[in-house]
């Protein structure tokens, strides 16, 4: 297999309000944003590992853990409801430009989800390579969630998700009749540019589903103190080894 243009992109920006600095809260004494750079350098099918920030203060601790920041990103595109497509858009006019090419796939690891196993992020690689006709690949998880049994609020009355005929009222019947349901976990997603760049839309019409283990991703200041936690576990000590290694 010929060497792909592999490039992780970690979207780290400062003003998370829910969990004030985010992305830079120690866990095991590293900042949680370094848990997915050493995850993505670790990977032998990525080339290299860009950030994405408007924080200098960001900026200089991603680069201290391996990571390239060629750029602040624009605060309008960093706020409480910025898209993932937004900052891509941006990523890929940038990489226009200096890189004089955009790379085949972008693989994006979110700084919320610290607890990755980097043989699972090269096998889903490696899945989306081995099928073309997938224009982007995600992570999910198991859930028992069924959108057959959930509701709007319609004006105080209950509407259902999901009508489908072949369910008379599905929302009373048996969740084990439905269809198994998957949740996008932040694990591992997986874009081709190209895509972006041709359709407009970020991960198309056929994303690849990959199946991973549940993963903690931290929100709130009780997703934290449970991260915190985990990070004790012998299984994960190991990342904070890895860790120790590749700061500067």
Known sequence: MYQKDIIALIPARSGSKGLKDKNILPINGHPLVAYSI???????LINEVYITTDSEKYSTIAKAYGAVVPFLRPLDISQDMSTDKEFFQHFNEWCKKKRKKIPEMIVQLRPSSPFRDFKLIDTAIQNLIHNPE?????????????????????????EPCMVDKSYVESYNQPRQIFPNTYLPNGYVDIVRPEVLSNTGLLHGNRILLYLTPPIPDIDAIDDYKTAKQLARRKKYLSLKEALDKHKS
Not at 38 to 44: E, G
Not at 134 to 158: D, E, H, I, V
Request: net charge positive.
């Open 134 to 158: 997938a224009t982007a690949l995600r992570s999910c998880q198991n859930t028992t969630l069924t959108p057959y049994k959930m509701f709007f609020n319609n004006s105080g009355y209950m």
């Open 38 to 44: 050493v995850a993505a350098n670790q990977c032998k």
